[in-house]
DNA sequence: TTACAATTATACTCAGTAGGTATTATGTCG
DNA sequence: CGACATAATACCTACTGAGTATAATTGTAA
């Protein structure tokens, strides 16, 4: 498969006519034939209905015309982000985060970013904690957010909060009948939901060694993928599942309690290169400070520790 | 530019060595460096830093590598999804939505069909109201979730619900003294911001509307595209500006006030085409009205009127 | 500093393929 | 059914991507 492919298809689907495609596309119209024909092929899926004026999409065609629209923007748009890179010689700031902390500050914290440097160009990348440190060495991301304390020594991390954990309770079930705190020793003999399966370890890790450090045993653990996953489980009464505080807005048909315990938290990490030189790193450091001082809602008392990041005071 | 170039700068990017790139991707040496400068030549920017080795690459290069990396995985689902449908011989259920949904009933809503229709294929499409209309007559989606009235005859609207207009005001200035809901008359005089500029009619149209509807004229209308960057101008303290409800959790440093009045709602519509006969239009009406039943967050009494979708009595 | 090993760039050739032209086949509509 | 519009096929040409041989450059170790 080919770019030149893609445009063309489009071609033909938005005219839906293979003659004023080839005029648009600047080609004739027996080669553009023959390019639908191999890109048809290769997939070996009918894209068009032929024997009908004009011509019609497959329901394939009508999912591959969509998704190739969007790949030949994100290409326009990664051409016109590295030239404006390249050719105004600017940096790149690239920002590494597992997707939770996308209910917290990360959202505001790129937006404020962009907004004060804007001769850097930011790029944010999905991805687990473990995956920031490599990621990090290889100068893949410049900084992580991140959930798990790492022992690498050419990376630094600073807690940044503690953010309590919370239980997810199928309704209508003992435990869902009271919203107090629950002690930890309540999870024993549970059924356990715990995401994400990986890479190991994971924030899963994390809730399985807080139970085993207070000799809780749940009486079951199933490992799913993703969150969202593992709250369906929840609603379904498959069994309870430990989440950042944070995640509850996540889903709203399954009932909430904080776990109680000083050690029932999951940190947010900021990682970043040991010795990184970057004016950079100081400038997110000093964006978060500013955020912390406003108390927006994610660092609410309820669902976090009173613990602030180190460079914060 | 050419799929296969990104696969090739991938590779040199990732073994950062042009050799041991050329024998991952079974080709001489020669041909790749070649490759890679035609690459380079067209974006008009270095990627590589050559007389260095290993070989590095540059601030472009990093930036470019990430994004290839990203398009050549969405290529890959392209190819595969677009296998899966036509393979199977199964149907497409595309959706379009207003980004504003996404804080309501939306991903739940996709959670739940994707669950109950495991053989077909949903796609997800961002787009403005006025565009979903075109969008479901050519058949590009099936169904539309905005938030504007039409009167095109091919096409259904089902309001689901009304939900009330909040104001946002800078803090610190006399209105965000009090938090009780504002009278429309109140704004009379404000200076107002209001998005998206653009497409015409859209979301400002309906605002604007409203205010003249009620002879209120604010003192200046600053238009702007995206409803973070007018909530930013209220942080700043540039103006009022008027959003849904659900709104309110994009930003908290800024005040929220109700909007006063029977017709100070924007409603959530759902689009279909007339005489749309896949079953799949009544599957989402169905699951949509189950999820109205739970009484989720986003339908609160407090920012929605009790209205209820027509067909969920 | 020099020489050698490793690695990338250049020169040249060949083959595959994209595109063009001419023509045939197929569908649509009066 | 016939005429027109439109897509597919056949065939040719030219370009471009890939291979081989070789030169140039970089890093390193004596």
């Known amino acids: 498969m080919d770019l030149r492919q893609l445009r063309y298809f ?11 495609a080839a005029q648009q596309l600047n080609i004739a119209q027996p080669p553009l034939s023959r390019q639908i024909q191999a890109l048809e092929d290769e997939l070996g899926v009918a894209l068009l209905i032929r024997n009908s004026r004009p ?10 015309y969509e998704q190739a629209l969007q790949v030949l923007g994100r290409v326009d748009q990664m051409r016109a982000a590295t030239r404006r890179v390249g050719l105004n010689q600017n940096s790149v700031l690239s920002i590494g985060f597992v997707a939770s902390t996308l209910y917290g500050g990360l959202p505001s914290l790129v937006r404020k970013l962009r907004h004060r440097t804007p001769d850097i160009e930011i790029q944010v990348l999905e991805m687990m904690s473990v995956q920031q440190i490599p990621a990090l060495k ?20 600073i807690v940044l909060r503690e953010e309590r954990l919370t239980v997810a309770i199928p309704r209508d079930t003992p435990l869902a009948q009271d919203s107090a705190p629950l ?6 003999g549970q059924k356990l939901i715990v995401y ?15 139970l085993h450090g207070h000799d809780v045993r749940p009486a079951e653990v199933q490992e799913v993928r993703e969150i969202q996953t593992a709250l369906g489980l929840v609603a379904a009464e498959t069994g309870l599942c430990v989440i950042p505080s944070s995640a509850r807005q996540m889903r709203s048909d399954v009932h909430y309690r904080l776990l109680e315990g000083e050690r029932a938290t999951s940190p947010v990490i900021l990682y970043h290169r040991v010795g990184d030189t970057s004016p950079y790193i100081d400038l997110v450091k000093e964006v978060i400070k ?16 009173p613990t602030r990041p180190s460079f914060a005071e």
Chains 1, 2 share one sequence.
């Open 10 to 20: 489009v071609g033909v689907a938005r005219e839906r006519n293979f003659t004023r």
């Open 55 to 64: 011509v019609r999409l497959t329901e394939a065609g009508r999912l591959f």
């Open 138 to 157: 290889e100068g893949r991301i410049d900084i992580g957010f991140g959930r798990l304390h790492h022992s690498d020594s050419g990376v630094v991390e």
């Open 183 to 188: 002690p930890i020793g309540a999870l024993t």
């Open 196 to 210: 994400p399966k990986e890479p190991r370890p994971g924030y899963a890790d994390q809730v399985l060694n807080l």
């Open 290 to 305: 500013e955020m912390y001082a406003e108390n927006p809602p994610w660092l609410s008392a309820e669902h976090n520790l």
